[in-house]
Nanobody, 126 residues
Framework: QLQLVESGGGLVQPGGSLTLSCAAS????????IGWFRQAPGKEREGVAC????????NYADSVKGRFTISRDNAKNTVFLQMNSLKPEDTATYYC???????????????????WGQGIQVTGSS
């Protein structure tokens, strides 16, 4: 069964850092583009970052550019989202998603991603 599991979330003070992980099981991520999305209470889900299947291309939402970094380790079947300089407005449930794509949609959009994790909470608060 194809599954994505996020980990690494939690509570962090503004200005702090967190690294989220997205581990895949039941399939290999080698041929999949991966997106990170987030959804804050009362808001629509938005694309945050995306990485191509090879890892050679990345794309970020303007709101996180320069602060967040997406990366992947295909040997570990895992994708990461390094989040630095966190702000209260980064508070949301974060989801990873996968689809058999060589590149990333621009802007980062929910379709075409079909496979989704359950989500993990990130709270930026003092």
């Amino acid at each position: 069964q194809l599954q994505l599991v996020e980990s690494g979330g939690g509570l962090v003070q503004p200005g702090g850092s967190l690294t989220l992980s997205c581990a895949a099981s039941g399939f290999t991520l080698d041929y999949y583009g991966i997106g990170w999305f987030r959804q804050a209470p009362g808001k629509e889900r938005e694309g945050v970052a995306c990485i191509s299947s090879s890892g050679g291309s990345t794309n970020y939402a303007d709101s996180v550019k320069g602060r967040f970094t997406i990366s992947r380790d295909n040997a570990k079947n895992t994708v990461f989202l390094q989040m630095n300089s966190l702000k209260p407005e980064d508070t949301a449930t974060y989801y990873c998603a996968a689809e058999r794509l060589s590149g990333c949609p621009r802007p980062i959009s929910i379709p075409p991603f079909y496979h989704w994790g359950q989500g993990i909470q990130v709270t930026g608060s003092s």
